[in-house]
Each structure stands twice: as C-alpha cells, then as structure tokens.
C-alpha cells in the first residue's frame, strides 16, 4: 500500500510569512495529490489539488508543487494569515483500483500575529 | 459546506457495546468511504462502499461492517467497541472513477468509555 510521509509536524511563521509543508510518498503509480486543511473540531477541506500531468498549481496564495521523479509534493502558502492557522494533510490514492486516500501525518501551522 | 451530512454528531458508549453512524453523501456521488480519525492523526481509511457493496478496506477488523444503500447513503456498525475506538469518524462522498475529490461530512464524536 500507499506510504505518505509528511513534514514538519508543526510550523510557526510570523503574518505575512510564506510556509512550506513536504510529503513524500512510495506509490510511483499515484498521480494525484491533494491537500486538506482542518480547522480544529471540524471536517477535513480540499484547498488544492495537484495530478501528475503538472509540475505547479497556484490559487490565489496558495501553491502546490509536484516531482513525480523524486516522489515528493509541497504545499506552499505565502502571504499568510492568522486563519490559515491550522492543521493541513496531504493525501494520495493508492493506485489499487479504488479511491483508499492515504493522509500524512498532519502539519500543525501557526500563524503569529 | 459540502451537502454530506452525518449523525449522530456525538455519542457515548460503554466498551463491549454496539453503535452504528450514519452518513448520507452529497447529491450525485455514488461512492462513500468510512475514515477513523484520533486525535492528533490524519484520518485512517476504514472501507469504501460503491454500489452497495464494500469495495476496498484498510487495516481495520471484521468488527468494523458497513452498508450502503440505493440513495448511497452509508452506515457505519462497530460491534464490541474498545476504549481505542474513540475518535472522530469521518464519511466522505465521492463519483466513482479515478482521483475524483472526496468531499467530507463534519463526522462524529465516538466516546468510549
């Protein structure tokens, strides 16, 4: 199965700061990338999506980056604000046949006033 | 908000009881997965159901059951719980078909105690 692996567990920056967030998965066939942001007590939400045709996908301040070769994709928020304090994961599907999403373990971001 | 809806949105139970969550998927999606999510984790696939059959589980034992039905809407059975089956439990609907975005319900509380 899918093994995801995701860095750093937590993350301050000060407002206004850009932050990085790094998965690594073992699943050479995956090709789709999606990141979730989870504010506390609530549901996981879909904030961008990457699929392996692309190497970058930009909305608004947010980025996704994806190196099929290395195996590795990264979210990147720039310009950020105290509501994006939150915890963020990544996923991939196992390439199986069917839609398990393995998440990373979780980012912790916070954003200093 | 996504239009998957789930209940109850809490719920306390004895160790050794039965319980069974509900989720009803968004209009459109014929696909719902189940996920377990512990506190300070990502969220862990259970099972996926798609047609009304179980089509793909994780890690998780027989004790763990499901149903879906011709509206797609799931249940979630979990026969003789544990203390380690507190958590959220998370449903997520989806169209069948290759990396289609799951859109995930507010989940339920599971306290057991």
């Known amino acids: 199965g899918e093994n995801v692996e995701q860095h750093p567990s937590t993350l301050s920056v000060q407002e206004g700061d850009s932050a990085v967030i790094k998965c690594t998965y073992s699943?050479?066939?995956?090709?789709?990338f999606p990141w979730y942001k989870q504010e506390l007590g609530k549901r996981p939400q879909l904030i961008i999506d990457?699929?392996?045709?692309?190497g970058e996908k930009k909305d608004q301040r947010i980025a996704v980056t994806l190196n099929k070769t290395a195996k590795h994709f990264s979210l990147h928020i720039t310009e950020t604000q105290p509501e994006d304090s939150a915890v963020y994961f990544c996923?991939?599907?196992?390439?199986?046949?069917?839609?398990?999403?393995?998440f990373g373990t979780g980012t912790k971001l916070q954003v200093i006033p | 908000e996504t239009g998957v809806t789930q209940s109850p949105t809490h719920l306390i139970k004895t160790r050794g009881q039965q319980v069974t969550l509900r989720c009803s998927s968004q209009?459109?999606?014929?696909?719902v997965s189940w996920y377990q999510q512990a506190l300070g984790q990502g969220p862990q696939f259970i099972f996926q159901?798609?047609?009304?059959?179980?089509?793909g589980r994780g890690n998780f034992p027989p004790r763990f059951s499901g149903l879906q039905f011709p509206n797609y809407s799931s249940e979630l059975n979990v026969n003789a719980l544990e203390l380690d089956d507190s958590a959220l439990y998370l449903c997520?609907?989806?169209?069948?078909?290759?990396?289609?975005?799951?859109?995930f319900g507010p989940g339920t509380r599971l306290t057991v105690l």
């Open positions: 699943d050479s066939a995956s090709n789709y």
């Open positions: 209009s459109g999606h014929n696909t």
């Open positions: 990457i699929r392996s045709n692309v």
């Open positions: 997520a609907s989806s169209l069948r078909g290759v990396n289609n975005e799951q859109f």
């Open positions: 159901y798609y047609r009304e059959e179980e089509n």
């Open positions: 996923a991939t599907p196992d390439s199986g046949g069917y839609q398990k999403v393995t």
